[in-house]
């Protein structure tokens, strides 16, 4: 079985050299625009591809407005703070993320707190969200609180892992039961509908990511979407140092930082976008040739549900037993196929180790066999 993947692989990527997880793709206009960018010098923060760019992906995922950040944990932080979180507050999130979910949360003082996944998406699940905030919420003039820790659960923020959607409008039926702000760390689901409507706009807001190794990139970059204006507005300012407009006068109206995404970024990410429906109809592609290559091994393989869209970012194997899922990593990077196992579940981290989580059945189940193999848009 291991033998047949790898060729496999080498015969999809056409190389007998190393195959890495993934790796950019640059088909299309990238050194124009970027050379445009230089001529111009305009190579920072203001310039016309930024604002071009927000609004090509604002039209992309539908969404009424985009605001470009240096990249996606920056966005994260943002919008968490645009969601209210304040130091001491709790925020929903899962066991089963890239590290940055957490680390903007504690950006914002506040704590993660881990409810489990589904198998299927490997999304946050709706019933293990509705579970816990039956059994621990407190209901308060304030907000709603956690009787347990006596902190103020402050938004929920599940991730669309690996571009596959989350069961997001279940999500937001439970948040919206209870009046607690939906974020969407939309950061690998550029590309990815739940129900006709892009990952990152069921929210407030959503947040995605232009980083070297998502679908497509800006060199490193993030992006807020929302459709309200007066968050949009916010947003805006609070990523560039909160300066007044003005035509000399250097004022700022509060603390805020330098997260605007440069115009030379923006170009790349430009010139990336125009390529999307390429790299989402190759990744589709990709994704069926591994499936059927599962079907045959009798391998499982995350693929969308009823109702996703998805961009398949990254593909991953479930290996249904933990030796062979050893053997195969073992197997394919000593032969130069890169694969690798899911993150080491975030209440394994030192830094999160202590957070309060549900019983993360499924985010266990998955942690032990899952495999993300090589998922880069192939060449033709
Ligand atoms: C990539 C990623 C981010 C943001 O990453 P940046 O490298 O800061 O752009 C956030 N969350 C998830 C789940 C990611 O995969």
Request: net charge negative; aromatic share 10%; proline share 4%.
């Amino acid at each position: 079985m291991f033998e047949s993947f790898i060729r496999l692989v080498r015969e999809i990527y056409q190389t007998e050299g190393f195959v890495p997880l993934h790796e950019p793709r640059f088909y299309g206009n990238e050194k124009q625009y970027l050379l445009d960018v230089i001529d111009s010098t305009f190579v920072s923060s203001v310039g016309p591809y930024v604002t071009e760019f927000e609004n090509k992906i604002a039209a992309f995922c539908g969404s009424k407005h985009a605001v470009a950040t240096v990249n996606g944990t920056a966005a994260l932080h943002i919008a968490l703070l645009l969601a209210g979180v304040r130091p001491g507050d709790e925020i929903i999130t899962q066991a089963v993320t890239f590290v940055a979910t957490c680390n903007a949360v504690r950006y914002c003082g506040a704590e993660p707190v881990f409810i489990d996944v589904d198998r299927a998406t490997l999304g946050m699940s709706p019933q293990a969200l509705s579970s816990f905030l039956a059994e621990f919420v407190e209901r308060r003039a304030e907000g709603v609180f956690n009787k347990s820790s006596g902190r103020r659960i402050a938004a929920c923020l599940p991730m669309h892992v690996f571009g596959h959607p989350c069961d997001v409008s279940g999500l937001l039926d439970v948040c919206e039961s209870y009046g607690i702000p939906l974020v969407e760390d939309a950061a690998e689901a550029l590309g990815s509908r739940y129900r006709d409507r892009h990952c990152g706009t069921f929210g407030k807001m959503g947040v995605l990511s232009f980083n070297g190794n998502k679908i497509m990139t800006t060199g490193g970059g993030g992006m807020i979407i929302t459709d309200d204006d007066e968050l949009a507005g916010r947003a805006k300012h609070l990523t560039s140092t909160a300066k007044v407009p003005h035509a000399w006068r250097f004022e700022h109206d509060q603390l805020a930082y330098n997260y605007r995404m440069p115009n030379l970024n923006a170009a790349l990410g430009l010139a990336q976008l125009e390529q999307m429906p390429l790299f989402i109809e190759r990744k589709r592609e990709l994704a069926q040739c591994y499936l059927g290559w599962a079907n045959a091994n009798g391998v499982d393989m995350v693929s969308e549900p009823v109702g996703a869209h998805a961009n398949y970012w990254l593909n991953a194997l479930i290996l249904n037993n933990r030796p062979d899922r050893e053997a195969f990593l073992r197997a394919s990077n000593d032969r130069g196929v890169m694969t690798r196992p899911l993150w080491e579940l975030m209440v394994e981290l030192p830094m999160y180790k202590d957070c309060r989580h549900d019983a993360l059945t499924n985010s266990y189940w998955l942690a032990e066999r899952l495999v993300n193999v090589p998922s880069s848009v192939v060449c033709r």
